[in-house]
């Protein structure tokens, strides 16, 4: 993996409480030991990476990682941060978003004899289920998935909507000679349009993506971890890999408990082998460690036992 040069992409995902993160800060640091300039990001609501590397890494933005020769960056998003953002997109000077989205097209008039309406309000809201869709509110893999296709379809309605209120008011602007002194609207949301395409697509190409599914050695955990991989690969995602944390190492002498957790891992794993969503996948596991993984020589440590 850290022997290419192009660039690529890897999304890890799986069940609360796998070690999703620890997994991923440990393979950004593998990338980084290597010289990749790396960044690696949280869509996680209830962020650990600043845990994971022992320093502060919120606030939304790119923070460089200390304790590293080669550039390595990480990002926690802000759900909060990202959903103010899209409300307040397109206000200026006090105004409603709705109406200065209005003038910038050249229909502020038509929005001047809404307002009494009052659908400012409802417009300026934006609709059910954007917001967790921008904000990737509750941080569900899937939920990540299939936000492009969500853009594409909402701004396509939108542009639609557009055409239809510019034809329907074209006779008003020539008469008052109305030009549109801001960027056109529309041509910015066909910009985003078309990045959201790029963004399905990259999500898809197996030559610069790739899922990793992070599971632990439970019965639950590796059912949950087959219908994950059943999804994506629906959604035409490409998975390789397979990480099983917290698996016992081997022992000469186990207590009772030790004993009995050793068989329910056994019963886990074997059912990973006998998955048909799962056994073809390169399956690696990670060992349960005395230690806790924070900070990137812990990280790095991890890494060498991992990303082999």
């Known amino acids: 993996?850290?022997?290419?040069?192009?660039?690529?992409?890897?999304?890890?995902?799986?069940?609360?409480?796998?070690?999703?993160?620890?997994?991923?800060?440990?393979?950004?640091?593998?990338?980084?030991?290597?010289?990749?300039?790396?960044?690696?990001?949280?869509?996680?609501?209830?962020?650990?990476?600043?845990?994971?590397?022992?320093?502060?890494?919120?606030?939304?933005?790119?923070?460089?990682?200390?304790?590293?020769?080669?550039?390595?960056?990480?990002?926690?998003?802000?759900?909060?941060?990202?959903?103010?953002?899209?409300?307040?997109?397109?206000?200026?000077?006090?105004?409603?978003?709705?109406?200065?989205?209005?003038?910038?097209?050249?229909?502020?008039?038509?929005?001047?004899?809404?307002?009494?309406?009052?659908?400012?309000?409802?417009?300026?809201?934006?609709?059910?289920?954007?917001?967790?869709?921008?904000a990737i509110s509750k941080g569900h893999t899937l939920r990540l998935l299939s936000l492009p296709d969500f853009l594409d379809a909402s701004i396509g309605k939108i542009l639609k909507l557009r055409q239809k209120i510019a034809s329907a008011t074209s006779a008003i602007k020539s008469v008052f000679g109305k030009e549109e002194s801001q960027a056109d609207a529309s041509g910015k949301l066909e910009q985003l349009r078309e990045r959201m395409v790029k963004v399905r697509e990259l999500f898809r190409d197996t030559e610069s993506t790739e899922f990793i599914i992070v599971t632990i050695p439970t019965v639950m955990a590796v059912s949950e971890s087959s219908r994950l991989c059943g999804s994506l690969k629906k959604e035409s995602v490409p998975v390789r890999r397979l990480i099983v944390n917290q698996v016992l190492p081997p022992s000469a002498s186990d207590c009772k408990f030790c004993s009995m957790k050793r068989k329910d891992q056994m019963r886990a794993l074997q059912m990973i082998q006998s998955d048909p969503e799962l056994m073809n996948l390169n399956s690696i596991q990670a060992p349960l460690v005395d230690v806790e993984i924070r900070g990137v020589p812990a990280l790095r440590f991890m890494g060498e036992m991992v990303w082999k």
């Open 1 to 134: 993996m850290a022997a290419g040069v192009q660039r690529k992409y890897y999304m890890l995902g799986g069940k609360g409480g796998v070690g999703k993160t620890s997994c991923a800060a440990s393979l950004a640091v593998k990338f980084a030991n290597h010289g990749h300039p790396t960044i690696v990001v949280s869509t996680d609501p209830a962020h650990s990476l600043s845990d994971s590397f022992a320093q502060d890494l919120s606030g939304g933005n790119l923070v460089p990682v200390d304790g590293l020769d080669s550039p390595l960056y990480a990002l926690e998003i802000n759900p909060e941060k990202a959903r103010d953002e899209f409300r307040s997109a397109s206000q200026k000077n006090g105004g409603t978003g709705v109406k200065d989205f209005m003038d910038s097209m050249g229909l502020g008039m038509l929005a001047d004899q809404l307002g009494e309406l009052k659908l400012g309000e409802l417009l300026d809201s934006p609709p059910p289920g954007l917001d967790e869709a921008i």
